[in-house]
């Protein structure tokens, strides 16, 4: 998945908190540790934020989930997807929980956990269009896609013709407009902008690839095993299906 933005007042607000918290060895106090995690805040329904301004979706839950088991305080934050790595790198944060697909690229940068989901991108057209998969799209056909994010990757394969989001949403919703006759996005994102925002667009043809997504650590850090038993353990006592199914109606653990 990718972005700046354009985050409002508010969560920029929150983002430096999270930063000012997290000044100990790692964050909070010694009764209570936090745990740090970053994500775009762009990419509904896994992080975004809501009506009241906060920072929610099935990321953000999880997060507070591994929290708990880990005994550590939530601290979720927002931060443009583009920058995420080096943020972390930077140690502005413990970790990115935000749908980042685990790739040899990235895990030359980061260590990750295991997958906490998997997915897959899927196209999606305007609800008239003669796009009936991938291999209609030609060379000069214009596809929204996330920048930096796999999803640019892969339709690089088919067009020269990309225009670049910050959001998978602003996309879709373009692709309704009629500004791009495609987006390559994850299918649980697309299908649900489509009903949420009353979208006339549709997913066509299969899963490009299967995305394995992790947890995104700075390399050698111990806290990468912590979040892995921690994850076992949420998934055992059904909390991680329980918040699957608040937002997805299914287990996407795999």
């Not at 601290?75 to 972390?88: F, K, Q």
Request: aromatic share 10%; with cysteine; glycine share 10%.
């Amino acid at each position: 998945m990718g972005k700046n933005k354009g985050l409002s007042l508010l969560p920029g607000f929150v983002f430096a908190l999270a930063i000012l918290a997290g000044c100990s060895s790692r964050g909070g106090t010694e009764q209570e540790p936090t745990f740090t995690y970053a994500m775009s805040g762009q990419y509904r329904p896994f992080n975004y934020f809501d009506e009241n301004n906060q920072l929610t979706g099935f990321d953000v839950e999880i997060g507070r989930a591994l929290a708990e088991k880990m005994g550590m305080k939530p601290v979720p934050i927002a931060t443009p997807w583009e920058g995420l790595i080096s943020g972390l790198k930077a140690k502005k944060y413990d970790a990115i929980l935000g749908s980042m697909t685990i790739t040899p690229e990235r895990q030359k940068q980061v260590d990750f956990s295991d997958p906490y989901y998997v997915s897959g991108p899927q196209l999606f057209v305007r609800g008239d269009s003669h796009i009936k998969d991938i291999q209609d799209i030609k060379d000069n056909t214009p596809v929204g896609v996330l920048i930096s994010s796999v999803y640019d990757q892969e339709a690089r394969k088919y067009t020269r013709n990309i225009k670049n989001y910050t959001s998978d949403v602003t996309a879709l919703q373009d692709l309704a407009r009629g500004r791009v006759e495609a987006v390559i996005t994850d299918r649980f994102v697309g299908t649900i902008a489509a009903r949420e925002q009353k979208l006339d667009i549709k997913p066509v043809g299969d899963l490009l690839f299967v995305e394995n997504v992790g947890i995104a650590f700075r390399k050698g850090d111990p806290l990468r095993e912590k979040v892995n038993q921690a994850m076992e353990e949420i998934k055992a006592d059904g909390t991680y299906l329980a918040i699957s199914k608040k937002y997805f109606g299914t287990d996407i653990s795999n």
